[in-house]
């Protein structure tokens, strides 16, 4: 069953429930897409103006690029489930079984990677929500405040399920470099967003 053809309330229901997806990466890609839909509202709201006709363009151009990131990340909370599934089945295997360690990092490796894509996927849109909150309507920049403070906090979410991995990793020096990409993107992104959020108050 896809966890897209599920309403909120069932989506909610089933993560306050005793079942081991979705969970935080599943979570973290729902308000990620969330949060560059708002972006798109944002567009919506000024294409068409005359005050806003010298961007029209690039309103547009940002709204193709945040629908297709709205997209992928919605797909990643299938992608997150599918991922996380063999994992949870791997802990049960017997410590005295040969095969254990090898199957598990495989299910490591694969459990971390849809939250570490999730990550790059929110520093994209908040790249985006930060030309939406620069050029769209003044009347809907509220919205471009809500979207990347919600990518803000998906992509922290994200983080922390790339961590829970790749601490039980055996292959330290791949965990530590995933580990360096996915705090190099934190410290990017989420400065840019609480930038991009103290602005939007200011101009309020």
Do not use: H, W
Request: charged share 25%; net charge negative.
């Amino acid at each position: 069953m896809s966890l897209l053809n599920v309403s909120v309330t069932e989506f909610t229901n089933l993560l306050s429930s005793k079942t081991s997806v979705p969970g935080g990466g599943g979570a973290s890609a729902l308000v990620s897409s969330i949060g560059i839909a708002l972006g798109n509202m944002v567009g919506e709201f000024t294409v068409g103006k005359k005050t806003y006709a010298d961007v029209e363009e690039d309103i547009k151009t940002l709204m193709k690029k945040a629908k297709i990131l709205q997209e992928q990340l919605l797909e990643c909370i299938d992608e997150d489930a599918i991922a996380f599934e063999p994992l949870s089945k791997a802990y049960s295997i017997s410590k005295d079984d040969p095969k254990r360690d090898a199957i598990m990092e495989e299910c490591l490796k694969n459990a971390a990677s849809v939250p570490f894509k999730i990550v790059k996927l929110c520093g994209d849109a908040i790249d985006l929500q930060e030309e939406f909150a620069k050029k769209g309507s003044k009347i809907m920049i509220s919205d471009a405040a809500t979207g990347v403070a919600l990518l803000s906090g998906a992509m922290k979410g994200a983080a922390v399920n790339v961590k829970v991995n790749t601490r039980l990793m055996k292959d330290k020096e791949y965990a530590a470099k995933l580990d360096t990409e996915v705090e190099e993107l934190l410290d990017k992104y989420i400065d840019t967003a609480n930038i991009i959020y103290t602005e939007v108050i200011s101009r309020l």
